[in-house]
């Protein structure tokens, strides 16, 4: 039997099929159809089933990743939403938190984002919960009447309900929610003491709004999907990845589908660290470069950092996530002079329509995928494995027009010169997750994929100081391999505000038991065996009077029975003494958060040693590619053709379907057993 992996990024679509045994791969990557996802995904999925030659029944799993909503988002192309909140409080996703972004406070030209609901569409319930959760003032029938009124009047897709204090008593939510349902069948209804019954009522009201604003455009293309997926006789089942580096049934992603909003770039992670484990390479930095963006993240013994907090707009969105910094930066991004001629690379990207210059299609605007064409990283007739003509004179044209011309040197200089400033902005990402956190990324190997990865890390990495490189084997389509072995997870939360006690832990066992239960009635939905369950209890936890935590987890606690709150708090105040330098044991520590991580674990295909034979005169060819201020001429080897033990020093181009890793002189590349690339600079 198969596993399928499948990322849908800005501007392609990389699907890899796993032998669940034997660990075999095939690959295909496909150009997106703008506006049509979702055919582009039955196209990779038909592509890559031909060329391993097997039907539809042979496959067991499809785990998918998509940037689906995260673009909705972005791009504010999510449905239009309403938001039913408690009477006085319409107002509190437009005046957010008491401190501001600096660039809201310094930068007065700048507009504040618009919130994802305009006023007109916020309704105020009469009604009221204290934060004790008792019922000041119920919500009355009518009440109930007038606002579903309100919702049909308004010709709104979803609706986002948060009331106060709702994660204590979420009785007037949910009565709203299912005569919502029930009156309007085709609006999308979430409420927050679903989606986050957590306390702080802006970051809860603008995950909320955040998730419905997206679930029609999620459920739609979804059925789609299973409609398109039912016609090709593809019966397997559908599983969708989520920001925290795990897959869902769709039904259970759809009750909260911001967890999806964050999920592109947490495939190639999980593949990452999967690789870290067996590779005995367990200190990462990875670094993903796909057509629209850059996304790094820190892993330590073969572990990502995680966060449940970030933000999209200014707007918090809160759900556990792997840390994983994203700047606009990839092949389509647009290159430009700005008004004091200053070489500015993104964040607008010509993502895959038009497409760069090079492409042909009509793009008119200098990119980094012209970029590298012109500097001979990437090969014209061998971009993609062929799938994509490339045009280098387009390429030259753009950046003679735009960049070389009004600078007033030649178009080597200036493609240079811009690969040059992309790498000091992508240096800037690494240093962010690594540097800024007390990191020295010169004690960590940088793991380069996506399209671009391998392509711009030589250059990254000298910027940095770093001298060693892990490039995986098809790099191109990493993320959709981590999503190809991706676990089941799913995580659940609730607010439980208060001195934390040694007494406590009969309290906590039973908000943890009823937390569980909801996870194994998930997995039970899932298929997920008995003995493949696992189950990790954490709290934040922080001192007294502070207004932030830290998130607390004893790797000894499994699961079960009551937690020892002795140990917990201990470990928090050695958390707090690594993060901000000390700690004070003798004050007193207080619960805010319990959470339960659920995990299905998946029988992750093994990584067999490389089968392939040294080959007699391998073929290679040279080109003309521009290293330290000049054209050198540098071999150009197909990465098929390599074997465990082969070195390659630079200057040479190692090409092959997804990607091509550059090697500039004096750099060295060594074949591993498993086929990685490991990469060391002068």
Known sequence: MY????????????????????????????????????????????????????????????????????????????????????????????????????????RVQLDKPRPLVPRHLRFEADCRVNAQGQTLKDLEAADIERLVEAVRASGVQAVAVCLLFSFLDPTHERRLRDRLREALPGVDVLISSDVLPEFREFPRTSTTLFAAYVSPVLRQYIEKLVEGMREQKIDSRLFIFQSNGGVGRPELVLRNPATTLLSGPAGAVVGAANLARVSGHTNLITMDMGGTSLDVCLLRNATAEATTAREIDYFPIVTPMLDVHTVGAGGGSIVRLDDVGRLKVGPESAAADPGPACYGLGGDHVTLTDVNLVLGYIDADDFADGAVKLYPDKARAVI????????????????????????????????????????????????????????????????????????????????????????????????????????DGAALASEYARLRARAEADFELEGVPAGSRRFERSMDLRYAGQTTEINVRIASDDGSGEPAIAAFVAEFHRQHELVYTYSVPDEPVELVNVRLRAVGLVSKPRLAPSAR????????????????????ATRVLRRESLVAGDRIEGPAIIQELSSATVLPPGAEAVVDELDNLIVTLR
């Not at 192309?77 to 809201?104: C, H, M, Q, W, Y």
């Open 3 to 106: 596993r399928i992996g499948i990322d849908v990024g800005g501007t392609f679509t990389d699907v890899i099929l796993v032998h669940e045994d034997s660990g075999a791969v095939h690959v295909a990557k496909v150009l997106n159809e703008p506006g049509r996802r979702y055919a582009t995904v039955l196209r990779g999925i038909g592509r890559v089933m031909e060329l391993a030659g097997i039907g539809p029944e042979q496959l067991s799993f499809i785990g998918h990743g998509t940037t689906i909503t995260t673009n909705a988002v972005i791009e504010r192309k999510g449905s239009r939403t309403a938001l039913i909140t408690n009477r006085g409080f319409r107002d509190v996703i437009e005046i957010g938190r008491f401190s501001r972004p600096a660039d809201l406070i310094y």
């Open 400 to 503: 003679e027009r735009d960049i070389a011309r009004p600078l007033g040197i030649g178009v080597y200089e200036a493609a240079a010169g811009i690969f040059k400033v992309a790498a000091s902005q992508m240096a800037e990402a690494i240093r962010f997750v690594s540097v800024q956190r007390g990191a020295d990324p010169r004690d960590f190997e940088l793991c380069p994929f996506g399209g671009g990865g391998p392509i711009h890390a030589f250059s990254i990495a000298q910027e940095l100081g770093m001298r060693r490189m892990l490039v995986p084997n098809n790099p191109g389509l990493f993320s959709a391999s981590g999503i190809a072995v991706a676990d089941f997870t799913h995580d659940y939360s609730r607010s439980l505000i208060k001195v934390l006690e040694a007494a």
């Open 613 to 632: 034979v040294a080959a007699k005169g391998r073929a290679e060819s040279s080109r003309e590619v521009w290293f330290d201020d000049r054209l050198h």
